[in-house]
């Protein structure tokens, strides 16, 4: 739990924290897709795959709206860890946004790279 | 013996029973999820009530903010929906206020609320006051000062009242049209952002 990004750089920054927040619902439920996980797993699930990491403070109430919205639901499962845990899972029409979430999300990022492709080029 | 004071249980507790509190806003049945969720996320990344340690622990509750910031960013959002849909200025207001405490932009909304509301409320308790208050209307001072009486007090200010008995339909009137305008500036503002965040969500 100790993983950080690094501080954003001075010409990255804002723009670039800009744009993880943007993802960030889309990230979890993503990380949803293939089965329930509790809070701190979809943390660890963003930080480890995706190098998305949110505070603790933004990911719970996320949660709870998305819930609210009806994408999510939760339930309480109890562990060995000696206290139960609250696990969410996508529902019917969170699994339908997710997946049109997704869609959007590939065909703007490959249209996005042919407008970027030139830059590339540039770079070598 | 540990002292009582630095016991992480207690500390826990304490932190977990004010945001409960502040949550108190939400349907009980909410609030009792969100609080034993925070608690479970709490003992997760302590290991548990009994390794936690002062230290563990007071890490645990700065990645969560303090009750404070962590409620407001549960119940804005429930307020502002809920401001969404009702016309009520007291139900604005308090979703307001609170967007106010999270951000820039609900800060500047409450900017145009509060006097929106008070100049709306002013013009309808002084038409109100009328019949009973003869001193209640819009009163010139000097050619630059006007002044609204509401007819609260028996002061009767320097200079002559220019409305008369027309200050009961006028006041309703400028009262009632303040107050919607300003209801209605609320619940585009509310919307616009809230249709903003739907896609980026600003913490």
Partial sequence: ???????????????????????????????????RLYGLEIMRRLAEDSGLVVPEGTVYPLLNRLKGEGLLSSEWVEADAGHPRKYYRLTAAGRRRVIEMAQFWQSFSASLDDLLAPLRKEER | MTPALADPQTVLDAYLSEL???????????????????????????????????????AALSRLGTPTALAASYVTDNLLERAQRNRMPWTILRAVFHWAMLSVKGFLVLLVCVPGYLVGASFFIAALAK????????????????SLVLGMTDRVPQGH???GWKLIPIGFALGGGTILLTTYFAQWSIRRFRETRQMRRTA
């Avoid at chain 1, 993983?3 to 979890?28: F, H, M, N, V, Y």
């Avoid at chain 2, 969720?37 to 002062?54: F, H, N, P, Q």
């Fill in chain 1, 1 to 35: 739990m100790t993983l950080r990004t690094l501080p954003p750089s001075e010409s990255a920054d804002k723009w670039e924290i800009q744009l993880r927040k943007g993802c960030l619902e889309l990230a979890i439920l993503a990380a949803l897709f293939s089965g």
């Fill in chain 2, 20 to 58: 409960r509190r502040r949550l108190r806003s939400l349907p009980d049945e909410q609030v009792m999820d969100i609080v034993e969720e925070i608690r479970s996320y709490v003992l997760d990344t302590t290991g548990g009530r009994a390794a936690m340690t002062e230290a563990s622990l007071n």
């Fill in chain 2, 131 to 146: 019949p009973f208050r003869p001193n209640a209307g819009l009163w010139l001072i000097d050619p630059d000062t006007y």
């Fill in chain 2, 161 to 163: 009242e220019l409305l």
